[in-house]
């Protein structure tokens, strides 16, 4: 897994005053509207529920340092979590270091209290110390919040004081920065009061113990209650590793509510990622998001391809982003109409800003939220290789044209394939004579020959495909 290190740089240590009831989280390099930032400041000001917020911080926190699969000593370096502040909301984000979790603290500004949030994404110091302090949190008055240098820090001077130098993986950072894209394809699929949302959370399964499923069970809900099914059916949602669900029992005492989303299901589903929202006092929520299973993280889902692949799709995320301003909820028409887009190009434009990191997804929103990673964006192809390979295919006059739905793909080793149906369409049933698509048959995104297929037929006249040309694989 190829990875480099990255370095966090702290004026100081996240810290807890119980002295005067106070938060400081500080924050490393990160992005704001006027650029680069060394550490920006959002909040200055107080959480409303105190004891719910401080949990779902730790939470937050937990799904930061954990490997749910293959799990590492405990003490093995965690990767810092990463706040975005925009349109009067803070969002707290982790993503578990088995790249197959993702948790997300949504503070809306009813959880919020006297002063203004700023606006850009960086990340925050979660240490030790720090959650042992909020872990012992008590009382029930409103607890201060200082996001960035403030008056702690002030105290322990100015220059750099804390650095943190830890590994972030290609794959990590991929599956963080999809993550939000593949949550975008999810629908709402059932609604629980909070007592069932504690009574069948209670009675999982625990992350490391003797009797944690590594299998992927099936949820339905029915008669205000959940079940778990060994087999999938409409309606139902997938738990895939149902110990990775630990981190919510930090907050069941404070839950309100439960909701879970997932794409569409039939009796021949394969297991699938879903969301797990528990909605807290304040408004706030916590999200825990499960790739389809323990062993295999977000990277290489592949659903994001389509998209990718269309010819106006740079331009338009590049358009795009001009108009992105930390909003809170993106309205992709209101957008579509500010850009001169169609719907479908402007979101095809956010699938683009997503895997690079640039949007966030908030399924109880049903819409994306600006937010930029502090991680080196544009790296599209490098962290997708079927789309590169497809590229080159292309590049090197591979794609032929056989007749109605069907095109023949030659790859530089010589192997030649045979694409049959719509792969020139984004989302279409396709099949290809591939190892790829006979292991997996199109459940993780098309293969790079139904990618260069598709590219081909999206680019007429460029020559891409031959003899034939793009309509013998458009037509039917």
């Known amino acids: ?68 699969h293959d799990p590492r000593p405990a003490g093995s370096a965690s990767l810092d979590p990463v706040v975005t502040a925009g349109g009067g909301w803070l969002r707290f984000e982790s993503f578990s270091g088995c790249c197959g ?29 720090l959650r042992d302090a909020l872990g012992r949190l008590a009382g029930r008055e409103p607890l201060g919040l200082t996001v960035g240098p403030g008056e702690l820090t002030v105290r322990a001077g100015g220059d750099p004081i804390v650095e943190k130098k830890v590994p972030l993986p290609d794959r990590w950072i991929r599956g963080f920065a999809e993550t939000p894209v593949i949550v975008s394809r999810f629908d709402l699929r059932a609604e629980l009061p909070a007592a069932e949302a504690v009574r069948f959370l209670r009675a999982l399964p625990r992350a490391g113990s003797g009797n944690a499923s590594r299998g992927a069970e099936w949820v339905v809900a029915a008669n205000g209650r959940l079940r778990t099914t060994s087999r999938p059916a409409p309606g139902a949602v997938c738990l895939p590793g149902p110990q990775r669900l630990t981190a919510l029992r930090r907050v069941l005492r404070h839950a309100r509510g439960l909701r879970l989303y997932g794409p569409p299901v039939t009796t021949r589903s394969a297991a699938q990622a879903a969301a797990w929202e528990v909605s807290l006092p304040a408004g706030l929520r916590l999200t825990l ?40 909820r993106i309205d992709t028409a209101e957008l579509a109409a500010g850009a001169g887009l169609t719907v479908g190009r402007t979101r095809a434009a956010l699938t683009r800003l997503g895997v690079d990191g640039r949007v966030g997804y908030d399924p109880a929103a049903a819409a994306y939220f600006h937010r930029e990673l502090p991680f080196v964006p544009g790296r599209t192809e490098d962290h997708n290789p079927r789309l590169r390979a497809a590229r080159a295919i292309l590049a090197a006059g591979g794609v032929r044209g056989l007749g109605p739905g069907r095109a ?63 309509e013998a694989v458009r037509s039917r």
């Open 289 to 328: 998001t499960l790739s389809p299973e323990t062993g295999r993280g977000f990277s290489g889902e592949g659903t994001v391809l389509d998209d990718l692949s269309g010819p106006d799709v740079e331009a338009d995320a590049e358009l795009l982003s001009v108009l992105l301003a930390w909003d809170s």
């Open 408 to 470: 023949e793909v030659t790859t530089a080793d010589g192997h030649t394939h045979r694409v049959r149906g719509d792969a020139g369409t984004a989302g279409a049933a396709f099949a290809c004579t591939c190892q790829w698509w006979a292991e997996h048959e199109g459940r993780r995104g098309p293969c790079s020959h139904a990618l260069a297929v598709r590219i081909a037929t999206d680019a007429p006249g460029t020559g891409a495909m031959t003899p034939d040309g793009p």
């Open 1 to 68: 897994m190829p990875s480099a290190t990255t370095t966090y740089s702290y004026r100081a240590s996240s810290a807890f005053d119980s002295a005067v009831h106070a938060l400081a989280l500080q924050t490393s390099g990160g992005r704001t509207p006027a650029g680069a930032a060394a550490h920006p400041h959002f909040f200055d000001g107080t959480l409303v529920e105190s004891q719910a917020s401080a949990a779902a911080l730790l939470a937050v926190a937990d799904v930061a340092a954990a490997r749910y």
């Open 101 to 129: 979790v993702h948790a997300r603290l949504d503070v809306p500004p009813a959880g919020l209290d006297g002063g203004e949030v700023g606006r850009g994404t960086t990340n925050v110091d979660v240490n030790l110390p």
